[in-house]
């Protein structure tokens, strides 16, 4: 639409009505000047939003959580070795309460408290690697399973990161799709047909014909930047078997896990994963930034969970 076309009809977006006018009409005029102006704050605040891309905290009407707040301040006036040189995987206590925190059996997850030990059967604290947020999380998780020249099946729409991380080992992505008429689901059919077209190379080995594995995992984003998808248990359990059938890993990345509307439930992968006989490795990525209002903390995990 040009506004400045003399003497023509136009269907102008402030008004949602046609309007005759000519550019000798002042009242026009002022009416364009109007409309430019909004677009530019429309702009501004648009650019500023970008900036500010997935931190809760960006207009400082979601303040840290209170309990994080707690923590860290009694940590910093903690008599003994509070400041010093810590293991490189994290604090035996906080590696505790990610590893509870975690727990498939742990049906009190929230109330983790950061002293007591994991139960039998549960994610061990040796499963848990701290790291520099959930950024950190998945750079750890998806250098262990990619090489050069391997593959990793990732959402689309999805997270940038994933492909950032996986490129600059010399590996790639294959996007599968996520099915915006059905809850934005993993289109587990095109799953299938990325996986018959890439899974394996044909190496010659002194003339034998061996397979090699060249998608090394899918990862999963639940609940998802940028749909908001959460995924039903069964669509996680379906994702399970899928893994299973084609012996990948799960990266899962639960950043968001928990942050859901009433009418939702959050299923951490891995206690799905659990309950059908932990068949598929799952290594889940997840971190303080979200839950508990706090990204520039910088403190994420991975958690590995295997048979
Ligand atoms: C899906 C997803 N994964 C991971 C991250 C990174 O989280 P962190 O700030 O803990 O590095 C984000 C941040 O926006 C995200 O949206």
Not at 19 to 25: F, L
Not at 114 to 126: E, F, I, N, V, Y
Not at 245 to 261: N, S
Request: with cysteine; aromatic share 8%; hydrophobic share 40%.
């Amino acid at each position: 639409m040009n506004p400045f076309i003399e003497n023509t009809s136009h269907f102008h977006p402030l008004y949602s009505r046609t309007v005759h006018r000519s550019h000798h009409d002042s009242s026009y005029f002022i009416h364009v000047l109007l409309f430019y102006c909004l677009h530019g704050i429309i702009t501004i605040i648009a650019l500023y939003n970008i900036t500010q891309l997935g931190d809760p905290t960006a207009f400082g009407n979601l303040p840290p959580c209170p309990v994080a707040l707690e923590a860290i301040e009694s940590a910093l006036h903690a008599k003994g070795h509070a400041a010093g040189y810590v293991n490189a995987c994290g604090i035996p206590q906080a590696r505790n309460a990610i590893a509870q925190f975690h727990n498939p059996n742990n049906k009190n997850a929230n109330k983790a408290s950061s002293s007591s030990a994991p139960a039998d059967g549960a994610a061990l604290s040796d499963h848990v690697v701290i790291a520099n947020g959930c950024s950190g999380a998945l750079e750890l998780a998806l250098t262990a399973i990619l090489d050069p020249g391997s593959i990793l099946l990732v959402p689309q729409p999805g997270f940038p990161l994933y492909q950032v991380i996986a490129e600059s080992h010399g590996a790639s992505v294959v996007h599968y799709r996520l099915l915006p008429d059905q809850n934005w689901e993993c289109d587990l059919q095109h799953l299938e047909a990325l996986v018959k077209e890439y899974h394996t190379q044909v190496v010659y080995d002194d003339g034998d014909e061996t397979q090699t594995p060249v998608i090394r995992g899918i990862l999963v984003n639940n609940p998802s930047n940028p749909t908001g998808g959460v995924f039903s248990r069964k669509h996680l359990e379906d994702l399970v078997q899928f893994a299973k059938k084609y012996q990948l890993p799960i990266v899962a990345d639960e950043v968001y896990g928990d942050l859901v509307f009433r009418s939702n439930t959050f299923h951490p992968l891995a206690n799905v994963a659990d309950s059908l006989g932990r068949e598929v490795p799952v290594i889940t990525a997840s971190g303080l930034a979200k839950q508990y209002l706090v990204p520039g903390w910088r403190v994420g995990w991975i958690v590995f969970q295997d048979k």
